[in-house]
Protein backbone atom coordinates (compact mmCIF):
# COMPACT_ATOMS: atom_id res chain seq x y z
CA UNK A 1 0.00 0.00 0.00
CA UNK A 2 0.95 3.64 -0.67
CA UNK A 3 -0.43 6.90 0.42
CA UNK A 4 -0.87 9.66 -2.16
CA UNK A 5 -2.60 13.02 -1.59
CA UNK A 6 -5.03 13.91 -3.78
CA UNK A 7 -4.83 18.03 -3.54
CA UNK A 8 -7.90 20.18 -4.36
CA UNK A 9 -7.16 22.96 -6.57
CA UNK A 10 -10.16 25.63 -7.84
CA UNK A 11 -10.18 28.86 -9.69
CA UNK A 12 -11.99 31.53 -8.75
CA UNK A 13 -14.72 30.60 -11.18
CA UNK A 14 -15.09 27.34 -9.55
CA UNK A 15 -14.86 28.82 -6.02
CA UNK A 16 -17.87 30.98 -6.70
CA UNK A 17 -19.84 27.99 -8.43
CA UNK A 18 -19.20 26.25 -5.02
CA UNK A 19 -20.01 29.46 -3.20
CA UNK A 20 -23.66 29.26 -5.06
CA UNK A 21 -23.71 25.86 -3.92
CA UNK A 22 -26.42 25.38 -0.53
CA UNK A 23 -24.27 24.16 2.34
CA UNK A 24 -26.23 21.10 3.35
CA UNK A 25 -26.38 20.13 -0.54
CA UNK A 26 -22.25 20.58 -0.44
CA UNK A 27 -21.83 18.79 2.77
CA UNK A 28 -24.36 15.99 1.95
CA UNK A 29 -22.15 15.37 -2.01
CA UNK A 30 -18.83 15.43 0.57
CA UNK A 31 -20.02 12.67 3.03
CA UNK A 32 -20.99 10.61 0.99
CA UNK A 33 -17.83 10.63 -1.11
CA UNK A 34 -16.05 10.73 2.55
CA UNK A 35 -18.23 7.23 3.54
CA UNK A 36 -17.30 5.91 0.53
CA UNK A 37 -13.78 6.04 1.17
CA UNK A 38 -14.03 4.76 4.68
CA UNK A 39 -16.13 1.95 3.84
CA UNK A 40 -13.35 1.25 1.62
CA UNK A 41 -10.52 1.63 4.37
CA UNK A 42 -8.29 3.92 2.29
CA UNK A 43 -8.97 7.40 3.88
CA UNK A 44 -6.11 8.53 6.19
CA UNK A 45 -7.09 12.25 6.24
CA UNK A 46 -9.03 14.83 4.77
CA UNK A 47 -9.11 18.31 5.30
CA UNK A 48 -10.69 21.46 3.31
CA UNK A 49 -9.23 24.80 3.43
CA UNK A 50 -10.73 28.00 5.02
CA UNK A 51 -11.28 31.37 2.02
CA UNK A 52 -8.04 32.32 0.58
CA UNK A 53 -8.69 35.31 2.06
CA UNK A 54 -8.13 34.83 5.46
CA UNK A 55 -4.42 33.51 4.87
CA UNK A 56 -1.15 35.00 4.82
CA UNK A 57 1.49 34.08 2.65
CA UNK A 58 5.08 33.98 3.92
CA UNK A 59 7.70 34.81 0.97
CA UNK A 60 11.32 33.93 1.44
CA UNK A 61 12.66 36.17 -1.62
CA UNK A 62 15.01 38.48 0.52
CA UNK A 63 16.91 38.08 3.42
CA UNK A 64 14.62 38.26 5.50
CA UNK A 65 10.69 36.55 5.18
CA UNK A 66 7.94 38.64 3.81
CA UNK A 67 4.31 37.94 5.19
CA UNK A 68 1.54 39.27 3.22
CA UNK A 69 -2.38 39.11 3.75
CA UNK A 70 -4.29 36.54 1.44
CA UNK A 71 -3.66 34.51 -1.36
CA UNK A 72 -0.79 34.85 -3.73
CA UNK A 73 -1.75 37.08 -6.57
CA UNK A 74 -0.23 35.36 -9.45
CA UNK A 75 -1.78 32.45 -8.77
CA UNK A 76 -4.59 31.10 -11.03
CA UNK A 77 -5.51 27.93 -8.90
CA UNK A 78 -5.94 27.89 -5.14
CA UNK A 79 -5.13 24.92 -2.93
CA UNK A 80 -8.81 24.49 -1.46
CA UNK A 81 -8.25 20.98 0.54
CA UNK A 82 -6.32 17.66 0.43
CA UNK A 83 -7.87 13.85 0.88
CA UNK A 84 -4.59 11.54 2.24
CA UNK A 85 -5.66 8.25 0.83
CA UNK A 86 -3.65 4.31 1.20
CA UNK A 87 -4.27 2.46 -1.74
CA UNK A 88 -2.62 -0.18 -4.09
CA UNK A 89 -1.68 1.93 -6.16
CA UNK A 90 -0.95 4.99 -8.23
CA UNK A 91 -3.48 3.61 -10.41
CA UNK A 92 -6.32 3.37 -7.75
CA UNK A 93 -5.31 6.73 -6.32
CA UNK A 94 -6.36 8.04 -9.59
CA UNK A 95 -9.80 6.54 -10.05
CA UNK A 96 -10.65 8.09 -6.18
CA UNK A 97 -9.20 11.02 -7.62
CA UNK A 98 -12.02 11.33 -10.80
CA UNK A 99 -14.70 10.07 -8.52
CA UNK A 100 -13.90 13.55 -6.18
CA UNK A 101 -17.37 15.88 -5.81
CA UNK A 102 -15.64 18.82 -7.43
CA UNK A 103 -17.26 22.03 -9.44
CA UNK A 104 -16.16 22.72 -13.19
CA UNK A 105 -13.22 24.31 -13.50
CA UNK A 106 -11.61 22.58 -10.36
CA UNK A 107 -8.48 20.30 -10.86
CA UNK A 108 -7.39 17.39 -8.39
CA UNK A 109 -3.22 16.78 -7.97
CA UNK A 110 -2.41 13.56 -7.31
CA UNK A 111 1.04 12.87 -6.22
CA UNK A 112 2.46 10.01 -3.70
CA UNK A 113 3.36 10.50 -0.33
CA UNK A 114 7.07 8.85 0.59
CA UNK A 115 7.01 6.66 3.51
CA UNK A 116 9.61 7.12 6.26
CA UNK A 117 11.21 3.81 5.20
CA UNK A 118 11.84 5.08 1.95
CA UNK A 119 14.81 7.58 3.82
CA UNK A 120 18.00 6.17 5.06
CA UNK A 121 17.61 4.49 8.78
CA UNK A 122 20.72 5.45 9.97
CA UNK A 123 20.10 9.58 9.68
CA UNK A 124 19.52 10.50 12.89
CA UNK A 125 16.83 12.53 12.00
CA UNK A 126 15.19 9.94 10.61
CA UNK A 127 16.04 8.24 13.51
CA UNK A 128 14.18 11.36 15.97
CA UNK A 129 11.07 11.06 13.38
CA UNK A 130 10.17 7.13 13.89
CA UNK A 131 10.98 7.46 17.43
CA UNK A 132 8.30 10.27 17.62
CA UNK A 133 5.80 8.58 14.87
CA UNK A 134 6.00 5.35 16.96
CA UNK A 135 5.52 7.09 20.29
CA UNK A 136 1.90 8.90 18.45
CA UNK A 137 0.86 5.65 16.98
CA UNK A 138 1.58 6.73 13.84
CA UNK A 139 4.06 3.34 12.80
Not at 13 to 42: C, D, H, Q, Y
Not at 60 to 82: C, H, I, N, R, S
Amino acid sequence: MAKYMLIMRGTDESVAKMMETPFEEMLETVGRFNEELIRAGVLVAAEGLDDPSQGVVVSFDGEAPVVTDGPYGETKELFGGFYLIDVASKEEAVEWAKRLPAFPGSKCEVRRVPGIEEFPQDNEWIVKERAWRERTGQL
